[in-house]
Every structure is written in structure tokens, then in C-alpha cells.
């Protein structure tokens, strides 16, 4: 695909694709070079409509189809996303900045979720008991809830819609997706993937657009559950207008994930580990490391280690397979993220790396910021509790593991914190108190399989049921209880 091989994303409803007829549209621009690639209409009310109006026409076929047939089209759509990875991965790169062996591993995560809803036929297995009563049986057992929809973040534009969408029509659900306006063009390609599975038309329906897109989707009367994946402020409102009209929620949010660093862990993997959390996908993963607390002696070999990870970090265009960072997502991100260092400068932090003013040689207008590393964060300080989402990591220091946990639960996220040590005692007790919905033992990126809850907690997440796994399953599906009794004459007396 060359860089502006795609123009307009345009919306897939009821099996067609159609120009969007917003009259406001944004800029899609490559944050490695500058260069448009294309632009994104924010799509109008009418189109939300005609979406879900799609989806649920195409829904009481869809929930009858058996889900041993349902199925057969996510085996299918396994097939071809794999045929497809380079190329999907090639836009990801493109749109969103990340390397390409990243936006390899984020499809494979994608197609993982398409592995497990395979699986729905076990999984949506009811329960049943006998002589709950003298002659008389119960059983539960569970049905789609109607139309769906997703609403996604930039920083995982293939993976993400995965968390939900092949659990939802493996269960018998009906499917809208919104993409990020930042990143539309991964969706356009994995619509033609999802058009070329055969599922019958209205089954999955794509609008682009931004806030007013959301809301129309959450006011919407037709949809029953609302997936959210981004920003806390905005996971928040999202659940809140979803819950207020009796909608289903999950809404996951932001993070600012620890990383506790004892003296017994292993030098060498830790700051290899802690360096590729913190750095990869320029800092932009919910689950990136952004403060590492050091206990006792750790500190020295840490902080040097870790600063010359941070100064060798490779960082270019993600195309190049020899780049080991690309850049942040747009300008007004990289302007936030360097006002943010400032501030962590004029409040007393040191720079052991200091990354702004990045130029690479050929991306000069691209949105570039090297790994950057200060040290002397104190719990006062924003950048303690503040979510950069860029390559920015933070340094503290306390002489016990309690004193560490203290500050990894002070803040308000919990997505994901991690520790590195070589003594089961330690990691036993962190795993206990920590107040994280994901936990790494000497592990950087505690990224669930899809056969796992994507399980962040406290202001990282709003609702009960998390994406992936059976708890999609779950979020997918109305239970319904049936208690059953048949008198043993009944036949006799028609
Ligand atoms: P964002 O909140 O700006 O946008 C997410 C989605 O919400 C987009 O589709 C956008 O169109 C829509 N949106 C934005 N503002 C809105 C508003 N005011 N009203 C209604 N809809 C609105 O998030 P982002 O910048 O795209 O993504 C980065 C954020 O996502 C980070 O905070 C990151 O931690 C978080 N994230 C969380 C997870 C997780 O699993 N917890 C995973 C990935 C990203």
C-alpha cells in the first residue's frame, strides 16, 4: 500500500460500502513522515442509524444460525487475516507509527481472539440440574443480547475491536465497530477480510467518526451493549451515558502501570524487559511501564542500565525493520508529552535521558520524542500519577517492598504492575496486594492470552465483565433461567 493508496475511509453497513455523507472529516497523516493518508468523515446520526437498523434486520437469522455454523466463519476469517498479516501490518505501521514487528505481534493477539470464540460451542454450554424438586428440573441457559458495538482507541487498531467482536457473533450478536479517527484504515482493510468470510450482510457494520459518532451510538435505542477501550475521562462518561439508558458497559480506561524492581532480580533481564515495556510502542500501550520503583540496592545498577537502554533505543520510521521505536501518535501529542516532562523537570526530576527535539534523518516532520528517563519522582509529583503515553518513564526510589507497594496502590489506575525479583516470598505478597487487575512476575508486558479477562481494575476500568475470554462470553450473552416440571400423566390427557 503506498501512502496515499487510500483516500477517504468510507462506512461498511448491511453488507455495502458507502461514502460517509458527513460534511466534517479529519486528516489521517502518517506520524512517522507528516503525510496525509487519507482522510476520516465523522459520520452523522442517519448513519449510526442505518447501521444498527443493518444489524438488527440481520439479527433474528443470525441468532438462529447454530452456533456450530457461526463458527465456521470465524474459522474462516482466522484463514484469511493470517494470509493477510503483512499487509495489515504494513497499515498499522502506517497509521498508527508502531514498528512492524509490533503491529505483527498486535494482529497475532487479534487472531488469537478469533482462536478462542471458535470455541463458543463449549463455551455458551448451559447448566443444568435434576430434581431440583421431586419432578421437577432447572436449567440456565444463555442467548445473545441483540446489536452490539465497540468504540476503540489509536494505540491498537487491528487488536482491540478483536477483544469483542468474534465473541459477539459467535454468541449470536450483531455487530457495529468504531475505529479511532486516528487510525480508520487498519478497519478498512479488516472489513474486506470480514466481507470476504461471507458473513451474511448486516451481520458487521462499520461507521467512522468521532465524539458525536459515540454518542449517537450510546443514545442509540437499539444497541444493547456498548465495548469501550480509551482514555479514563472518556471511559468514564461513556459508561455512565450507556448505563443511564439501561445499556450493557464495559469501558476500559487508561493506566499508569509500576514496575517494583527488588535488589535479588536478575540485572540484565530486568532492564531488558522493563526497557521494551516502558519504550515499546513508543510508550503508547495501556500496559506500558511508566514509573519503576527501585527497593534498596537495586537503584545503581537499574538506573545505569536502564539509561543506556534508553539512549541506544533505535528510534525511527516503523517500516525499517532495524527501528525499535517509531514515533508518538500526532504534533498535539508530542507537545503534551513534552509539556509533561517540563513539568516533571520543574518539579524536581532529573533527566538521565532526555529525549525531546528528536530529528530523525528523512522524518523530519514526523512526531518523534526518544525514550526519555528521569529520575527523583516523588509521590507529590505529577508525573506520579499522570498517564503520559509516550516514552517517558519515571524513576523512584524506597528502601522496602512495602514502601513499594504503598506507592504502585497510591495512585488512582490499576491496570497493570509488574515486579522483578528472584524470591517467590516477595512476588507472593505483591501479587496479593497490589491493587492491579493484570500482574507481571518478572514480566514487563502483562498482556492476558484471549483465553484470559483483560482484567484492569480500579480507575483502569468501569464495569464487571472484561473483554476477551469467557468473560466476553458472558458480556455477550443474557442468561435465562428455566424451571421445568412435566407431570408424569400429562400425555394421557390430549
Ligand atoms: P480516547 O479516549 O481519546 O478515544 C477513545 C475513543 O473514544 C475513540 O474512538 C474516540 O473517537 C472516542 N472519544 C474521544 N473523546 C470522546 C468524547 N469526549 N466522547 C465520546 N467519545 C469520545 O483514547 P485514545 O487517545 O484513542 O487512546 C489512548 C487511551 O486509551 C489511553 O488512555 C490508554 O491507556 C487507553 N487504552 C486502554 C486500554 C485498556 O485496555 N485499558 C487499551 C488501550 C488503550
Known amino acids: 500500500m503506498s501512502d496515499t493508496s487510500i483516500n477517504l475511509a468510507r462506512n461498511y453497513i448491511d453488507g455495502a460500502w458507502r461514502d460517509s455523507i458527513a460534511t466534517e472529516f479529519l486528516p489521517v497523516p502518517n506520524p512517522a513522515t507528516g503525510q496525509a493518508l487519507g482522510r476520516v468523515p465523522l459520520s452523522i ?70 482462536e478462542m470464540a471458535c470455541g ?34 489509536f494505540n491498537f487498531p487491528g487488536m482491540i475491536p478483536f477483544w469483542f467482536l468474534p465473541y459477539a457473533l459467535a454468541c449470536g ?100 524487559i522493563a526497557a521494551d515495556s516502558a519504550f515499546g510502542c513508543a510508550g503508547q500501550r495501556c500496559l506500558a511501564a511508566s514509573l519503576v520503583v527501585t527497593v534498596g540496592e537495586a537503584r545503581g545498577w537499574f538506573n545505569e542500565a536502564m539509561a543506556e537502554a534508553a539512549s541506544s533505543r533505535v528510534t525511527g520510521y516503523g517500516l525499517d525493520e532495524a527501528v525499535q521505536m517509531g514515533p508518538v501518535i500526532s504534533e498535539q501529542s508530542k507537545e503534551r508529552i513534552e509539556r509533561l516532562i517540563c513539568r516533571g523537570l520543574e518539579q524536581g526530576a532529573k533527566p538521565l535521558v532526555d529525549g525531546r527535539g528528536a530529528v530523525i534523518p528523512g522524518c523530519e516532520k514526523g512526531f518523534f520524542l526518544r525514550p526519555t528517563l528521569l529520575e527523583g519522582i516523588r ?16 524513576l523512584t526510589h524506597v528502601e522496602t517492598i512495602d514502601e513499594a507497594v504503598a506507592f504502585a496502590n497510591s495512585g488512582p489506575y490499576g491496570n497493570m504492575a509488574c515486579i522483578f525479583t528472584g524470591s517467590g516470598a516477595s512476588a ?56 421445568e416440571r412435566w407431570p408424569k400423566d400429562w400425555s394421557r390427557k390430549f
Open 45 to 114: 446520526r442517519t448513519e449510526i442509524d442505518e447501521a444498527v437498523q443493518a444489524a438488527a434486520g440481520a439479527f433474528p437469522q443470525w441468532r438462529r444460525l447454530p452456533v456450530t455454523e457461526r463458527v465456521q466463519f470465524l474459522f474462516r476469517l482466522k484463514d484469511l487475516l493470517e494470509q493477510d498479516v503483512e499487509d495489515l501490518a504494513r497499515t498499522i505501521t502506517m497509521e498508527c507509527g508502531k514498528t512492524l514487528a509490533e503491529s505483527r505481534g498486535e494482529l497475532r493477539r487479534a487472531i488469537e481472539n478469533v
Open 120 to 153: 463458543a460451542p463449549a463455551l455458551l454450554q448451559g447448566e443444568f440440574s435434576e430434581d431440583i424438586a421431586a419432578g421437577i428440573d432447572e436449567f440456565m441457559m444463555r442467548q445473545p443480547l441483540g446489536v452490539c458495538a465497540c468504540i476503540c482507541p
Open 173 to 272: 450478536n450483531t455487530y457495529v465497530v468504531k475505529p479511532s479517527e486516528r487510525v480508520p484504515l487498519t478497519m478498512q482493510k479488516v472489513f474486506v477480510v470480514l466481507q470476504k468470510a461471507g458473513l451474511p450482510k448486516g451481520v458487521v457494520n462499520l461507521v467512522n467518526g468521532g465524539k458525536e459518532t459515540v454518542e449517537a451510538l450510546l443514545d442509540h435505542p437499539g444497541i444493547r451493549a456498548i465495548s469501550f477501550v480509551g482514555s479514563t475521562p472518556v471511559a468514564k462518561a461513556v459508561y455512565a451515558r450507556a448505563a443511564a439508558v439501561g445499556k450493557r458497559a464495559q469501558c476500559q480506561g487508561g493506566a499508569k502501570n509500576p514496575i517494583i524492581v527488588l535488589p535479588d532480580a536478575d540485572p540484565e533481564m530486568t532492564t531488558r
Open 379 to 394: 509521590p507529590s509529583h505529577e508525573l506520579a500519577t499522570t498517564e503520559i503515553f509516550g516514552p517517558v518513564l519515571g
Open 428 to 483: 507472593r505478597k505483591f501479587r496479593s496486594q497490589v491493587e492491579a487487575g493484570n500482574i507481571g512476575i518478572n514480566i514487563g508486558v502483562a498482556a492476558p492470552m484471549a483465553f484470559f479477562p483483560f482484567s484492569g481494575a480500579k480507575e483502569s476500568f468501569f464495569g464487571d465483565l472484561h473483554g476477551q475470554g469467557r468473560h466476553a462470553i458472558e458480556f455477550f450473552t443474557q442468561t435465562k433461567v428455566v424451571v
